[in-house]
């Protein structure tokens, strides 16, 4: 995510960056390297249909998972967050105080999940939630799922959207629905990760799986979606829409009857920019393009068909989910020109970082967050040169002087709010980064981005095994953890 705290301090920087801004640079280099197949079984693999009533903003949802146990013990239970009743009650809504007028620009509105059954092959499966937001499915297996062993888990639920434009909910121009649907908690070294919906950050851990849904919505609306769209079906007003995911750790989608879409085939990956406004939707397009070259020459290649920057109703500025990313509508304008080509190229940067090497956001948010900002100051670096490279970061520098707060290593509860979460895991995060370049080299530095891209896509990586891969590069990663290099 990307929360812009300040759009004028963003255009002010804008304008000096501007004067620095030379010619495109030509960046484009070949990549061989190609998806790998999808034959893993040792997947969740969710089938979902959903159909969506415009007039009650509702979705109606039948939901069959086949959970693999990819633990080494015997499993009795199995955890899901249903993250939308983290917007049944004002007291639960995941935004701080100050930010609810925002949030809900029509005053607190409901959304919700509301589970109807729960059955492995006919039978009834016993269920209950908990979590201290009501958005945790827990659920008894009739018999102990041994190690390896799959289960299939069929849910019927219905979930009711916000009157609101953060990430989940509806506001007048788009209806984002994300964090919708029961995705299993991750089950890691530490056992079951039971963490809810937080205010701050991005509150999500999940395992890469397979996805095939199918999408009811109005035919007046056109989708942007995690995935590809195998089929368009249309039944009186009606469109059906069968979406095939594979080898991604979440599904979104966002519906409005407002889009105009642009789109173009680069290095396998269709890119689309859906958006309101002619002009800026071009902007977001071509950073969208420039962006997924750069970092699939500096990481490796993004290995899924399709990549979708869409304008939405969402007040906080830029957000990731795989294949798809929400971009705040007031970006797009004229004062926001830079303040947009920064939260795009930042929320590419997370499809490497966040959706194809994974890791928990809550307990360790520097993990994705730090690399992401410092690969967002690599695309201007590789684009506008290193004077404007130096620039980003002597800016990063400065405000990041006045902060006390050392430790970037904490977890999103630990922070008081947004704006020193931003200051510390995002910027001196990656000034972490830029240290760690500067006592390895540039050869070192890319080989090992690469190295650690190709080892752990599609998993989830922990700060120890970051740490560990530049300790044997020779960085004393102790030193710059605590701030001296
Ligand atoms: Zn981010």
């Given at each position: 995510m990307l929360v812009i705290l300040n759009k004028k301090k963003f255009f002010k920087l804008f304008t000096v960056l501007f004067l620095l801004f030379s010619a495109i640079t030509c960046f484009a280099k070949t990549d061989l390297q190609v998806f790998k197949g999808d034959?893993?079984?040792?997947l969740n693999e969710y089938t979902i249909n959903a159909s969506f009533n415009e007039k009650l903003k509702k979705l109606t949802c039948s939901q069959n998972v086949v959970y693999v146990?990819?633990?080494k013990n015997n499993l009795r239970e199995v955890y899901f967050h249903i993250?939308?009743?983290?917007?049944?009650k004002e007291k639960y809504a995941p935004f701080a105080k100050n930010e609810l007028k925002d949030a809900y620009p029509n005053g607190f509105s409901k959304g919700y999940i509301k589970v109807k059954s729960i059955l492995n092959n006919q039978t009834k499966l016993s269920y209950s939630i908990s979590g201290k937001k009501e958005d945790l499915l827990i659920i008894k297996l009739n018999n102990e799922l041994k190690p390896d062993e799959k289960i299939d888990i069929h849910i019927e639920y219905d979930v009711k959207l916000p009157?609101?434009?953060?990430?989940f909910g509806y506001g007048d121009n788009t209806i984002n629905i994300t964090n919708w649907y029961p995705i299993a908690c991750v089950h890691d070294e530490r056992g079951w990760n039971k963490k809810g919906y937080e205010?701050?950050?991005?509150?999500f851990y999940s395992d890469v799986s397979n996805f095939n849904v199918i999408i009811k919505i109005p035919n007046k609306y056109k989708i942007a979606s995690?995935?590809?769209?195998?089929s368009k079906k249309k039944s009186n007003d009606i469109n059906i829409f069968k979406v095939d995911a594979r080898h991604v750790r979440d599904f979104a989608f966002i519906l409005s009857d407002k889009f105009s879409i642009l789109s173009t085939n680069i290095k396998d990956t269709n890119i689309y920019s859906y958006f309101f406004d002619d002009k800026y939707g071009k902007e977001a397009f071509a950073v969208a393009k420039d962006s997924l070259v750069v970092f699939n020459d500096l990481?490796?290649?993004?290995?899924?068909?399709t990549y979708s920057v869409v304008e939405s109703d969402f007040f906080i500025g830029g957000m990731e989910y795989p294949n798809l990313v929400m971009i705040d509508e007031?970006?797009?304008?004229q004062d926001s020109k830079f303040a947009l080509e920064y939260v795009v190229a930042h929320e590419t940067a997370h499809q490497w970082?966040?959706?194809?090497?994974?890791?928990d956001e809550i307990s360790e948010?520097?993990?994705?967050e730090a690399l992401t900002e410092y690969s967002t100051i690599l695309y201007f670096e590789q684009k506008y040169g290193k004077e404007v490279k130096d620039r980003l970061i002597k800016h990063m520098k400065v405000r990041t002087?006045?902060?006390?707060?050392?430790?970037?290593?904490?977890?999103?509860?630990?922070?008081?709010?947004s704006i020193d979460y931003s200051l510390c895991v995002y910027s001196k995060g990656a000034l972490m980064i830029d240290d760690i370049r500067k006592k390895v080299g540039d050869n070192v530095f890319f080989d090992t981005l690469r190295k650690y891209y190709n080892e752990n896509k599609y998993k989830n990586v922990t700060s120890d095994q970051f740490m560990n891969m530049w300790e044997k590069e020779g960085v004393n990663t102790e030193k710059i953890m605590n701030g001296n290099n």
């Amino acid at each position: 995510m990307l929360v812009i705290l300040n759009k004028k301090k963003f255009f002010k920087l804008f304008t000096v960056l501007f004067l620095l801004f030379s010619a495109i640079t030509c960046f484009a280099k070949t990549d061989l390297q190609v998806f790998k197949g999808d034959k893993n079984d040792d997947l969740n693999e969710y089938t979902i249909n959903a159909s969506f009533n415009e007039k009650l903003k509702k979705l109606t949802c039948s939901q069959n998972v086949v959970y693999v146990n990819n633990t080494k013990n015997n499993l009795r239970e199995v955890y899901f967050h249903i993250y939308p009743n983290a917007f049944s009650k004002e007291k639960y809504a995941p935004f701080a105080k100050n930010e609810l007028k925002d949030a809900y620009p029509n005053g607190f509105s409901k959304g919700y999940i509301k589970v109807k059954s729960i059955l492995n092959n006919q039978t009834k499966l016993s269920y209950s939630i908990s979590g201290k937001k009501e958005d945790l499915l827990i659920i008894k297996l009739n018999n102990e799922l041994k190690p390896d062993e799959k289960i299939d888990i069929h849910i019927e639920y219905d979930v009711k959207l916000p009157n609101s434009i953060g990430r989940f909910g509806y506001g007048d121009n788009t209806i984002n629905i994300t964090n919708w649907y029961p995705i299993a908690c991750v089950h890691d070294e530490r056992g079951w990760n039971k963490k809810g919906y937080e205010k701050i950050g991005d509150p999500f851990y999940s395992d890469v799986s397979n996805f095939n849904v199918i999408i009811k919505i109005p035919n007046k609306y056109k989708i942007a979606s995690t995935g590809v769209i195998k089929s368009k079906k249309k039944s009186n007003d009606i469109n059906i829409f069968k979406v095939d995911a594979r080898h991604v750790r979440d599904f979104a989608f966002i519906l409005s009857d407002k889009f105009s879409i642009l789109s173009t085939n680069i290095k396998d990956t269709n890119i689309y920019s859906y958006f309101f406004d002619d002009k800026y939707g071009k902007e977001a397009f071509a950073v969208a393009k420039d962006s997924l070259v750069v970092f699939n020459d500096l990481f490796g290649k993004y290995p899924y068909k399709t990549y979708s920057v869409v304008e939405s109703d969402f007040f906080i500025g830029g957000m990731e989910y795989p294949n798809l990313v929400m971009i705040d509508e007031r970006l797009y304008d004229q004062d926001s020109k830079f303040a947009l080509e920064y939260v795009v190229a930042h929320e590419t940067a997370h499809q490497w970082w966040y959706s194809l090497v994974g890791n928990d956001e809550i307990s360790e948010p520097w993990l994705d967050e730090a690399l992401t900002e410092y690969s967002t100051i690599l695309y201007f670096e590789q684009k506008y040169g290193k004077e404007v490279k130096d620039r980003l970061i002597k800016h990063m520098k400065v405000r990041t002087m006045t902060k006390q707060s050392k430790n970037i290593f904490k977890s999103t509860t630990e922070f008081d709010n947004s704006i020193d979460y931003s200051l510390c895991v995002y910027s001196k995060g990656a000034l972490m980064i830029d240290d760690i370049r500067k006592k390895v080299g540039d050869n070192v530095f890319f080989d090992t981005l690469r190295k650690y891209y190709n080892e752990n896509k599609y998993k989830n990586v922990t700060s120890d095994q970051f740490m560990n891969m530049w300790e044997k590069e020779g960085v004393n990663t102790e030193k710059i953890m605590n701030g001296n290099n």
